[in-house]
Nanobody
Framework: EVQLVESGGGSVQAGGSLRLSCAAS????????IGWFRQAPGKEREWVSI????????FYADSVKGRFTISSDNAKNEVYLQMNSLKPEDTAVYLC????????????????WGKGTQVTVSS
């Protein structure tokens, strides 16, 4: 079955870094895009970044652009989110999700989600 498992979360001080991993299984990794979302208490779920694993194209939310980097290791079926210069407002549960692709166009919403990993940034 399709599985997405996040890891790498933890607690860091403002200005620190974390690297999240999303391990994918149960599907053809290169046929999909993988994105990261985050959800903080009392806030809407926010899209953070996405990577099209077939060609490596990437996109970022304005709130993280310049600080976060998404990447993939297709041989390992893993997607990473390198988070630098972390701020308290980055505190959230981070989830990875799968997006289908049709005729080269990524769907607007994911069809599978991981369970998430907690990131806490203290000031």
């Amino acid at each position: 079955e399709v599985q997405l498992v996040e890891s790498g979360g933890g607690s860091v001080q403002a200005g620190g870094s974390l690297r999240l991993s999303c391990a994918a299984s149960g599907f053809a990794f290169d046929d999909y895009a993988i994105g990261w979302f985050r959800q903080a208490p009392g806030k809407e779920r926010e899209w953070v970044s996405i990577i099209k694993t077939s060609d490596g194209s990437t996109f970022y939310a304005d709130s993280v652009k310049g600080r976060f980097t998404i990447s993939s290791d297709n041989a390992k079926n893993e997607v990473y989110l390198q988070m630098n210069s972390l701020k308290p407002e980055d505190t959230a549960v981070y989830l990875c999700a799968r997006f289908t692709i049709s005729r080269g166009v990524v769907s607007p919403d994911p069809d599978y989600w991981g369970k998430g990993t907690q990131v806490t940034v203290s000031s």
